[in-house]
């Protein structure tokens, strides 16, 4: 399994040499036009998955989810039911696997931590002054310099929308570089773009690469907290860019559709669009997730069923 | 652990396949006069799935009379009367459209995948598109008051073979039109539930008729001195028989034939798009499309790149089965066929172009071939020139847009094209000179009703579809 | 001013030498020969060259030159050509009248109906060349994020048998819309009357149309069509000088590379024509662009 490298990679050390270099390199990567882009992501939805397959799928998607909350009104008991539920999301059924992680703002992950203590359940905290990332850079790497110490395993981080719409490709990578420092060894970066805020494909694409050149671990859609959040279109192109990224350098990174994602149905179309473009080398919690809260329960009723033959309800699933 | 689909199969029982099937002549199944029958069978199992009445000449008459007789009353009717029956033919469509797609999936061999979400959604929106027509002749830009020519003699081929029938018939009958339709010998089945449809819709006797069988009943339809019209879809060189056949006589005729489209990939391209545009153009039907980009016509610098992601993608092709719904490459449609498609390959290779498929295991009863692409092709190669009408992409380069162009026109045919490239103004400028009938920017193998579709050269003459395929259903010019 | 006048002999005038137009150029027929063309009471009237199979290819080659350049010219550069062929024709009036009348027959006052009736036709023409497109082109509500648009374009290298009868009218009537839409034409004259024919060839080369555009061609209609019906490198025929016979023949000869047939059938000269003449020899060419979202909007799951 290839493993995460530092920040610009050899191969395209000069990309990143000035913000002229950057901007050049971005603006060279091929053009996505968008009517090819979301016909081939539908087409891939229609891929019918069934009975063991099916049963593989949800398994691994459970596998996948990293449960998050990111309410004002999180509480030190919802964060510790939720950890509960990350370690065993079906107390019916202790075949269930965990989930990967569980995403809760910096102040909450010591709660977090204690609560998936003593499982392989991953703490994630939203860092940089997230959803808006509108704050000083001095503030954003205090914020992710407190939730490493609290014992986060990774950092969600907002890009510079702003900055990254202005041009200022070198601005957005060098608080990426700045941020990944202040995770150290012991946390993985996940760089969210807010692609609903990009709004075009172009600029995905471009933002894509931006993180992937800067040291990012995984490459993530949205916060959750927009219109418009993972699409089957847009995890489809970044996917495209870690595949390229690797063919390119040797580095793979993961990556997170965030946001949106509700049902077994489409969580499986995500898988599909992982297994026929990036291959198996993704299909594994180190490098796929979906951030998402209310899809656990239908992954969890699809797996009952799928065990019983009877469709479940929402009384037989936890609420929390 | 890799993530492989289970089998995914569509229900068969959902279409039932009677053990025989007759002609449909004057409203009514009926036997053979020669009482000629042909076996139907399944191109992925070789599985006989009918048997099915063979026209001849004598039952080529009769059709042409019932059709004839028909014609007076079916002509007189109110446009909006014959736009209703259209109207019917294409809601009961569309409410069995699972199981044509079923059952076309089965005679044809191509994937379920494709029957489902192209064949018979293209299908019904054909019927719907002229049946809205019918009433509306005056205003097509014919003149006022335009005629119908008479009885139209038809002849489908077997790549889509309700789709073209849908194609011939709905023009024909929003136009005052009868018809009789002979389809493809390898895949009568669709043509013959139509027929039920057409029952199920009330329409008058005769005014659809349908002669399953061989080239001899297709010949005997386009010379019988009584068809005013002729519509061919199939190869060039029975589209210059039929040509040669109705010279000298009045009958109206528009052919659409074979190809051997350009897809021209430029440097500037969105690459991945285009890898899927390339896919979609030369795999979709196994290749057995007339406007299929048989031809990748790559920017030299962008060759290497682009090759790379074309044969990984061509890897994650799933080829077997064509009832898996997760099936995207089926069987090919005849031994004939794949006897012909295997020809050229091999001609290919002994030309010296290099030849390249992925992994790929071939089911071992039925008609298979693995998705094929040659390098290393140029223009003096038969695999270049030859239409090949299966999954196999013959890759050439270029170094400037002229030479692009003057490429793509180097040849006889004059169907489909497709140009990728970000630069909208050479988008314009390729279009305009490339001597095409359908030419798709940065997609391919787009149909649909509204969008005339025909070729130029020997690609053949007349257009299908929209305004513009009405007018080879009229008596103008 | 001199006094003097004396009495000569009768000015003996100088006869024309019909010649073919061909690429531009008047050329004699490459097989050296020529045929007496009488009036209709069987007066000789002059000699036309005697056109062979070598002349008839040598035209489709002008004619295929000059195709790209004329299709490529702007629709309304056409439009102005051929309505200076209208001017031109005007100033020569006199000339054609007294051809077609006694090339048909006709008198004077008839020619002259028949001649101001072919000027008055290559300008409604020239009026058609920037139309038509908007006439039998334009947008398809296709169903999906496409745009699509379907445009004709001219067929290519069109061989014209003109009409037998019609010397002027029928010729300029089968002539202008085949060059009107971009075509470019290979035309053999009236067999028995070729000289108006042979005469507009002077007329469009002093009419800014590009060589090549037009090539006419005077001999056997039989003998100079049946190559031009077989050939590969032509690709539309109009039968209206064709016998019965002959069409099929020419018909069933020119299926090898499925040219576009227009077969013979009765026409009115005089009245206004319609556009299937226009349309006959256009080829329609749809494209289709992505349009999609400003966005990126996701697709729907």
Same mark, same amino acid.
């Given at each position: 399994?290839?493993? /995460?490298?530092?920040?610009?990679?050899?191969?395209?050390?000069?990309?990143?040499?000035?913000?002229?270099?950057?901007?050049?390199?971005?603006?060279?990567?091929?053009?996505?036009?968008?009517?090819?882009?979301?016909?081939?992501?539908?087409?891939?939805?229609?891929?019918?998955?069934?009975?063991?397959?099916?049963?593989?799928?949800?398994?691994?998607?459970?596998?996948?989810?990293?449960?998050?909350?990111?309410?004002?009104?999180?509480?030190?008991?919802?964060?510790?039911?939720?950890?509960? *539920?990350?370690?065993?999301?079906?107390?019916?059924?202790?075949?269930?696997?965990?989930?990967?992680?569980?995403?809760?703002?910096?102040?909450?992950?010591?709660?977090? *931590?204690?609560?998936?203590?003593?499982?392989?359940?991953?703490?994630?905290?939203?860092?940089?002054?997230?959803?808006?990332?509108?704050?000083?850079?001095?503030?954003?790497?205090?914020?992710?310099?407190?939730?490493?110490?609290?014992?986060?395993?990774?950092?969600?981080?907002?890009?510079?929308?702003?900055?990254?719409?202005?041009?200022?490709?070198?601005?957005?990578?060098?608080?990426?570089?700045?941020? *990944?420092?202040?995770?150290?060894?012991?946390?993985?970066?996940?760089?969210?773009?807010?692609?609903?805020?990009?709004?075009?494909?172009?600029?995905?694409?471009?933002? @894509?690469?931006?993180?992937?050149?800067?040291?990012?671990?995984?490459?993530?859609? @949205?916060?959750?907290?927009?219109?418009?959040?993972?699409?089957?279109?847009?995890?489809?192109?970044?996917?495209?860019?870690?595949?390229?990224?690797?063919?390119?350098?040797?580095?793979?990174?993961?990556?997170?559709?965030?946001?949106?994602?509700?049902?077994?149905?489409?969580?499986?179309?995500?898988?599909?669009?992982?297994?026929? /473009?990036?291959?198996?080398?993704?299909?594994?919690?180190?490098?796929?997730?979906?951030?998402?809260?209310?899809?656990?329960?239908?992954?969890?009723?699809?797996?009952? *069923?799928?065990?019983?033959?009877?469709?479940?309800?929402?009384?037989?699933? /936890?609420?929390? | 652990?890799?993530?492989?689909?289970?089998?995914?199969?569509?229900?068969?029982?959902?279409?039932?396949?009677?053990?025989?099937?007759?002609?449909?002549?004057?409203?009514?199944?009926?036997?053979?006069?020669?009482?000629?029958?042909?076996?139907?069978?399944?191109?992925?199992?070789?599985?006989?799935?009918?048997?099915?009445?063979?026209?001849?000449?004598?039952?080529?008459?009769?059709?042409?009379?019932?059709?004839?007789?028909?014609?007076?009353?079916?002509?007189?009717?109110?446009?909006?009367?014959?736009?209703?029956?259209?109207?019917?033919?294409?809601?009961?469509?569309?409410?069995?459209?699972?199981?044509?797609?079923?059952?076309?999936?089965?005679?044809?061999?191509?994937?379920?995948?494709?029957?489902?979400?192209?064949?018979?959604?293209?299908?019904?929106?054909?019927?719907?598109?002229?049946?809205?027509?019918?009433?509306?002749?005056?205003?097509?830009?014919?003149?006022?008051?335009? +005629?119908?020519?008479?009885?139209?003699?038809?002849?489908?081929?077997?790549?889509?073979?309700?789709?073209?029938?849908?194609?011939?018939?709905?023009?024909?009958?929003?136009?005052?039109?009868?018809?009789?339709?002979?389809?493809?010998?390898?895949?009568?089945?669709?043509?013959?539930?139509?027929?039920?449809?057409?029952?199920?819709?009330?329409?008058?006797?005769?005014? =659809?008729?349908?002669?399953?069988?061989?080239?001899?009943?297709?010949?005997?339809?386009?010379?019988?001195?009584?068809?005013?019209?002729?519509?061919?879809?199939?190869?060039?060189?029975?589209?210059?028989?039929?040509?040669?056949?109705?010279?000298?006589?009045?009958?109206?005729?528009?052919?659409?034939?074979?190809?051997?489209?350009?897809?021209?990939?430029?440097?500037?391209?969105?690459?991945?798009?285009?890898?899927?545009?390339?896919?979609?153009?030369?795999?979709?039907?196994?290749?057995?499309?007339?406007?299929?980009?048989?031809?990748?016509?790559?920017?030299?610098?962008?060759?290497?790149?682009?090759?790379?992601?074309?044969?990984?993608?061509?890897?994650?092709?799933?080829?077997?089965?064509?009832?898996?719904?997760?099936?995207?490459?089926?069987?090919?449609?005849?031994?004939?066929?794949?006897?012909?498609?295997?020809?050229?390959?091999?001609?290919?290779?002994?030309?010296?172009?290099?030849?390249?498929?992925?992994?790929?295991?071939?089911?071992?009863?039925?008609?298979?071939?693995?998705?094929?692409?040659?390098? #290393?092709?140029?223009?003096?190669?038969?695999?270049?020139?030859?239409?090949?009408?299966?999954?196999?992409?013959?890759?050439?380069?270029?170094?400037?847009?002229?030479?692009?162009?003057?490429?793509? #026109?180097?040849?006889?045919?004059?169907?489909?094209?497709?140009?990728?490239?970000?630069?909208?103004?050479?988008?314009?400028? =390729?279009?305009?000179?490339?001597?095409?009938?359908?030419?798709?920017?940065?997609?391919? #193998?787009?149909?649909?009703?509204?969008?005339?579709?025909?070729?130029? +050269?020997?690609?053949?003459?007349?257009?299908?579809?929209?305004?513009?395929?009405?007018?080879?259903?009229?008596?103008?010019? | 001013?001199?006094?003097?006048?004396?009495?000569?002999?009768?000015?003996?005038?100088?006869?024309?030498?019909?010649?073919? !137009?061909?690429?531009?150029?008047?050329?004699?027929?490459?097989?050296?020969?020529?045929?007496?063309?009488?009036?209709?009471?069987?007066?000789?009237?002059?000699?036309?060259?005697?056109?062979?199979?070598?002349?008839?290819?040598?035209?489709?080659?002008?004619?295929?030159?000059?195709?790209?350049?004329?299709?490529?010219?702007?629709? !309304?550069?056409?439009?102005?050509?051929? !309505?200076?062929?209208?001017?031109?024709?005007?100033?020569?009036?006199?000339?054609?009248?007294?051809?077609?009348?006694?090339?048909?027959?006709?008198?004077?006052?008839?020619?002259?109906?028949?001649?101001?009736?072919?000027?008055?036709?290559?300008?409604? !023409?020239?009026?058609?060349?920037?139309?038509?497109?908007?006439?039998?082109?334009?947008?398809?509500?296709?169903?999906?994020?496409?745009?699509?648009?379907?445009?004709?374009?001219?067929?290519?290298?069109?061989?014209?048998?003109?009409?037998?009868?019609?010397?002027?009218?029928?010729?300029?009537?089968?002539?202008?819309?085949?060059?009107?839409?971009?075509?470019?034409?290979?035309?053999?004259?009236?067999?028995?009357?070729?000289?108006?024919?042979?005469?507009?060839?002077?007329?469009?080369?002093?009419?800014?149309?590009?060589?090549?555009?037009?090539?006419?061609?005077?001999?056997?209609?039989?003998?100079?069509?049946?190559?031009?019906?077989?050939?590969?490198?032509?690709?539309?025929?109009?039968?209206?000088?064709?016998?019965?016979?002959?069409?099929?023949?020419?018909?069933?000869?020119?299926?090898?590379?499925?040219?576009?047939?227009?077969?013979?059938?009765?026409?009115?000269?005089?009245?206004?024509?319609?556009?299937?003449?226009?349309?006959?020899?256009?080829?329609?060419?749809?494209?289709?662009?992505?349009?999609?979202?400003?966005?990126?909007?996701?697709?729907?799951?």
């Amino acid at each position: 399994m290839p493993t /995460t490298a530092p920040a610009a990679p050899a191969e395209l050390a000069d990309v990143t040499a000035s913000d002229s270099t950057l901007r050049r390199f971005l603006h060279g990567l091929p053009g996505v036009d968008a009517v090819g882009l979301e016909a081939r992501a539908a087409s891939l939805g229609t891929r019918s998955i069934k009975t063991t397959a099916k049963a593989y799928a949800i398994d691994l998607a459970i596998s996948m989810v990293d449960l998050t909350t990111l309410e004002g009104a999180d509480t030190p008991g919802k964060v510790r039911a939720l950890g509960a *539920k990350a370690v065993h999301p079906d107390p019916t059924d202790r075949t269930t696997p965990a989930t990967a992680a569980v995403c809760v703002y910096p102040d909450m992950v010591a709660v977090a *931590k204690e609560a998936v203590a003593g499982s392989d359940v991953k703490v994630a905290s939203v860092a940089t002054a997230f959803p808006a990332g509108r704050a000083p850079l001095s503030v954003k790497l205090a914020d992710v310099r407190e939730a490493v110490a609290a014992g986060a395993d990774e950092i969600d981080m907002v890009i510079d929308r702003g900055a990254f719409l202005a041009g200022h490709y070198m601005k957005v990578y060098d608080e990426i570089t700045a941020v *990944k420092e202040a995770c150290g060894t012991s946390a993985r970066l996940k760089v969210i773009f807010e692609t609903g805020e990009l709004s075009t494909y172009d600029n995905i694409r471009r933002a @894509s690469w931006l993180g992937m050149l800067a040291g990012a671990d995984f490459i993530k859609t @949205s916060t959750g907290k927009v219109a418009v959040n993972a699409t089957p279109a847009n995890t489809l192109l970044m996917l495209e860019a870690v595949r390229d990224f690797r063919a390119q350098t040797g580095v793979q990174v993961g990556v997170k559709p965030a946001g949106g994602i509700r049902t077994s149905k489409d969580a499986i179309k995500f898988l599909v669009l992982v297994n026929e /473009t990036v291959g198996e080398d993704w299909l594994d919690n180190h490098w796929f997730r979906f951030g998402a809260s209310s899809l656990l329960n239908d992954l969890l009723m699809q797996r009952q *069923k799928l065990a019983t033959g009877r469709y479940s309800g929402p009384d037989y699933v /936890t609420v929390d | 652990m890799a993530f492989e689909y289970a089998p995914a199969p569509e229900s068969r029982a959902i279409v039932d396949i009677a053990p025989s099937y007759g002609l449909f002549i004057d409203g009514e199944f009926t036997e053979a006069a020669d009482g000629k029958v042909f076996k139907t069978i399944s191109p992925s199992t070789e599985e006989v799935l009918s048997e099915v009445a063979q026209a001849g000449e004598a039952d080529v008459d009769r059709a042409v009379k019932a059709a004839r007789k028909a014609f007076g009353k079916w002509s007189a009717l109110p446009g909006s009367e014959r736009a209703k029956y259209l109207f019917r033919i294409a809601r009961i469509i569309q409410e069995r459209s699972r199981e044509l797609a079923v059952l076309e999936t089965l005679d044809n061999g191509k994937p379920i995948r494709e029957t489902r979400d192209a064949d018979l959604p293209l299908v019904a929106a054909h019927f719907f598109y002229y049946a809205g027509w019918a009433d509306k002749l005056d205003h097509a830009g014919f003149g006022p008051d335009p +005629k119908p020519l008479g009885v139209a003699g038809q002849v489908i081929p077997w790549n889509f073979p309700l789709l073209m029938l849908a194609w011939k018939i709905a023009p024909a009958l929003a136009t005052g039109n009868t018809v009789v339709l002979k389809p493809a010998e390898t895949t009568p089945l669709s043509a013959l539930f139509f027929a039920d449809i057409c029952r199920q819709a009330g329409l008058p006797k005769g005014v =659809v008729n349908i002669l399953p069988g061989y080239g001899d009943a297709g010949a005997a339809l386009v010379a019988h001195p009584d068809v005013n019209k002729v519509a061919f879809t199939g190869s060039t060189a029975v589209g210059k028989q039929i040509a040669r056949t109705v010279a000298g006589t009045h009958k109206k005729l528009t052919l659409e034939l074979g190809g051997k489209g350009a897809n021209i990939v430029f440097d500037d391209a969105p690459i991945d798009q285009a890898v899927e545009g390339i896919v979609n153009g030369i795999f979709f039907n196994q290749g057995q499309v007339c406007c299929a980009g048989s031809r990748l016509l790559v920017q030299e610098s962008v060759h290497d790149e682009l090759l790379d992601s074309l044969k990984r993608r061509l890897a994650t092709l799933r080829l077997g089965d064509p009832m898996d719904k997760n099936t995207d490459i089926g069987a090919i449609n005849s031994a004939e066929q794949l006897a012909r498609i295997t020809a050229l390959a091999e001609q290919g290779e002994a030309e010296g172009a290099e030849r390249w498929s992925p992994a790929c295991e071939l089911p071992s009863s039925g008609y298979w071939f693995a998705p094929t692409l040659f390098t #290393n092709v140029t223009q003096a190669h038969t695999i270049a020139r030859d239409e090949i009408f299966g999954p196999v992409l013959s890759v050439l380069t270029f170094r400037t847009p002229d030479e692009a162009v003057a490429k793509a #026109n180097n040849t006889p045919y004059g169907l489909s094209a497709g140009i990728w490239t970000e630069k909208g103004s050479r988008i314009l400028a =390729v279009a305009n000179k490339l001597r095409a009938g359908v030419i798709w920017s940065n997609t391919f #193998n787009k149909f649909d009703p509204t969008s005339p579709f025909g070729g130029y +050269k020997e690609s053949g003459f007349g257009r299908e579809g929209g305004r513009h395929g009405l007018e080879a259903y009229l008596d103008v010019r | 001013m001199s006094d003097k006048t004396e009495k000569t002999e009768p000015r003996l005038s100088v006869f024309k030498t019909y010649k073919l !137009y061909v690429g531009g150029k008047f050329p004699r027929s490459e097989s050296g020969r020529v045929y007496e063309v009488t009036d209709s009471k069987s007066n000789w009237l002059a000699n036309a060259p005697l056109s062979s199979r070598k002349d008839a290819r040598d035209a489709v080659v002008a004619a295929r030159k000059a195709f790209g350049a004329w299709s490529g010219a702007t629709a !309304y550069n056409r439009g102005q050509i051929l !309505y200076r062929i209208a001017e031109m024709l005007e100033g020569r009036r006199e000339q054609f009248v007294r051809e077609v009348a006694d090339a048909e027959g006709l008198s004077k006052a008839k020619a002259a109906a028949q001649v101001d009736a072919a000027i008055d036709r290559w300008v409604w !023409y020239a009026g058609w060349t920037d139309k038509i497109a908007q006439v039998v082109g334009g947008g398809n509500p296709v169903a999906g994020p496409f745009f699509n648009l379907s445009m004709p374009e001219p067929t290519g290298v069109v061989a014209v048998l003109a009409p037998q009868e019609s010397s002027f009218l029928g010729l300029v009537s089968v002539v202008a819309p085949v060059i009107a839409t971009g075509n470019t034409a290979v035309v053999v004259a009236s067999e028995e009357s070729p000289l108006p024919a042979l005469s507009l060839g002077e007329v469009l080369a002093t009419s800014d149309l590009p060589g090549g555009v037009v090539n006419v061609l005077s001999g056997r209609t039989a003998e100079i069509a049946a190559p031009l019906a077989a050939h590969q490198d032509v690709n539309a025929i109009d039968l209206a000088g064709a016998d019965e016979d002959l069409a099929k023949e020419l018909e069933t000869a020119a299926a090898d590379n499925l040219k576009r047939v227009l077969r013979p059938q009765p026409v009115d000269y005089s009245a206004t024509p319609g556009i299937d003449r226009l349309t006959a020899f256009l080829e329609t060419k749809t494209v289709w662009h992505p349009t999609g979202a400003l966005g990126a909007s996701g697709s729907s799951y």
